[in-house]
């Protein structure tokens, strides 16, 4: 079963690894030029085997990229390796929600096309930033999104967003890349230079500040999604709990 769900990943391995990588993962030349006409012939190799190409992909290959969605700051981006940082500094989403709560008291405006205009202004901003952050992360990437509490609550302004943003974010991605979503529960506070967490970690302004080993940065949603993208390769990659 764990086979048959990453199959695209372990068919990126095969056909984007040489034959040098593959035969030191554990595969001889034959094995090699099989898989490669028939991904579904991983069924008869070991599975420890197997489970090396799975970790091979993400080690050598994939861009695991944490993001964490708010509305105020409306996105930020931090990938795994902590190379590339992305934020939406334009307050366009915080500027698009207010304009959309001020309509809704206006008794004169039609509740209907109060939404179509919402989510039409949402949805033309949030591909503007998706289009961005393909630019930045190279292919093939693990999109992992932080779910807050109120996702599912149909008629909050964050449940709003976070639906629009995931489904143009699936839309958008290409061949190989994936959408993962992690509870997002105390990635603000957690230190990602000593995994220390206190909520004292996260300052009045937003400013990050570990209390235990005095890391810093400017950007307590920065610090979240970095940790996002750790919960991923914890608990789904090297199955650490």
Same mark, same amino acid.
């Given at each position: ?7 695209? =990943? ?10 040098? $990588? ?8 034959? /094995? ?12 008869? +190799?070991?599975? #420890?085997?197997?489970? =090396? ?5 993400? &080690?050598?290959? @994939? ?7 708010? /509305? ?8 795994? #390796?902590? !190379?590339?940082?992305?934020? &939406? ?8 929600? /207010?304009?959309? $709560? ?8 039609? @509740? ?7 989510? !039409?202004?949402?949805? !033309?901003?949030?591909?503007?930033v998706i289009k961005e952050l393909l630019e930045l992360y190279p292919h093939?990437?693990?999109? +992992?999104?932080? !779910?807050? *509490?109120?996702?599912? =609550? ?5 449940? =709003? ?18 959408? %993962?979503? %992690?509870?997002? $529960?105390? /990635? *603000? ?16 302004n937003n400013h990050f500040h570990c209390q235990s080993c005095g890391y810093?940065?400017?950007? &307590?949603?920065?610090? @979240? #999604?970095?940790?996002?993208? $750790? ?5 789904? +990659?090297?199955?650490?709990?």
């Amino acid at each position: 079963m764990l086979l048959r769900k990453h199959y695209d =990943k372990i068919k990126f391995v095969i056909n984007h690894g040489s034959d040098e $990588q593959l035969r030191d993962i554990g595969l001889d030349q034959k /094995t090699i030029t099989r898989l490669r006409k028939d991904i579904s012939y991983i069924q008869e +190799v070991k599975l #420890s085997t197997a489970l =090396k190409l799975y970790h091979f992909y993400f &080690d050598y290959w @994939a861009t695991i990229v944490g993001i964490d969605i708010g /509305t105020s700051e409306f996105l930020s981006a931090f990938d795994l #390796s902590m !190379k590339k940082i992305y934020t &939406d500094q334009s307050k366009e989403v915080s500027r698009i929600i /207010t304009k959309y $709560q001020n309509r809704l008291t206006d008794r004169n405006m039609d @509740a209907r096309k109060i939404e179509r205009k919402f989510l !039409k202004g949402l949805k !033309k901003h949030i591909n503007s930033v998706i289009k961005e952050l393909l630019e930045l992360y190279p292919h093939p990437r693990v999109f +992992v999104i932080g !779910k807050g *509490s109120s996702i599912n =609550k149909e008629d909050s302004i964050y449940g =709003k967003v976070f639906a629009m943003t995931h489904k143009c974010l699936y839309k958008a991605i290409e061949d190989y890349d994936e959408i %993962v979503l %992690v509870d997002e $529960q105390f /990635t *603000s506070l957690i230190c990602p230079r000593c995994n220390h967490t206190n909520k004292k970690n996260r300052t009045r302004n937003n400013h990050f500040h570990c209390q235990s080993c005095g890391y810093e940065n400017p950007n &307590d949603n920065v610090v @979240a #999604s970095y940790n996002i993208a $750790q919960r991923f390769w914890e608990n789904q +990659v090297t199955g650490k709990k």
